[in-house]
């Protein structure tokens, strides 16, 4: 155990160390709820669009499946395979400088890259499905809606959004106290996936 140690904190691998620690770190911070899974999410839409000379990385991004997964759900796939590999390539070889090292870098992550991208693949189509789950009812965002059951900030009711065919039920809650009544008018302003409620306001016309 301790010689494990030596090797992981050695010059050679001290960045595939720090970088496995950062992500046991941000786990820590997930479980007891200091941060979300989507807190360092990466957006390639907001990131890359803005520059048409960018196509070419956000290519390279996608096909490691960044942004197609969590950041840090990729991050973590590559930071064990990148630690065990580092370790496990600079102690057989008997690395000791840090430049020999440093040159070993490039190379062992350019292979724990599709390492994390054979990883993470199953994670592509989980979070495919989830977003065509919730691609829906994020579309109800802005719609008007008929309260059929009374909501508030603490009860839940129910709200119906006219379309061309039947109208659509949804679960509801506002962000205040008071009742919206049944009958009343309303807008939907958000959608909560972790609750599966529509958030809605009410609805006033001048």
Not at 18 to 26: A, M, N, P, Q, S
Not at 43 to 65: I, K, P, R, Y
Not at 115 to 137: D, I, W
Not at 150 to 161: C, K, L, R, S
């Amino acid at each position: 155990m301790q010689e494990l140690l030596q090797a992981s904190f050695s010059s050679a691998n001290v960045f595939a160390s720090g970088l496995l620690i950062f992500v046991l770190l941000y786990w820590l911070t997930v479980l007891v709820g200091v941060l979300d899974l989507s807190s360092l999410d990466l957006d390639l839409d907001a990131d890359l669009d803005t520059d048409a000379s960018l196509d070419g990385l956000e290519g390279v991004l996608v096909f490691f499946n960044l942004g197609r997964v969590p950041l840090m759900i990729f991050l973590s796939f590559f930071a064990l395979p990148y630690w065990a590999v580092s370790v496990g390539v600079n102690y057989a070889l008997g690395t000791t400088s840090s430049w020999v090292g440093l040159l070993l870098m490039l190379p062992l992550m350019v292979f724990c890259l599709f390492v994390a991208k054979f990883l993470t693949y199953p994670f592509v189509k989980l979070f495919q499905a989830m977003e065509k789950e919730e691609a829906p009812n994020a579309a109800l965002i802005g719609q008007v809606c008929t309260v059929l059951l009374p909501a508030n900030n603490a009860q839940i009711g129910q709200a119906a959004v006219k379309t061309k065919g039947a109208p659509v039920l949804l679960n509801v809650k506002t962000s205040q106290e008071s009742l919206i009544l049944k009958g009343d008018t309303a807008v939907v302003i958000d959608y909560l996936p972790e609750t599966n409620l529509h958030l809605i306001e009410p609805y006033q016309t001048l």
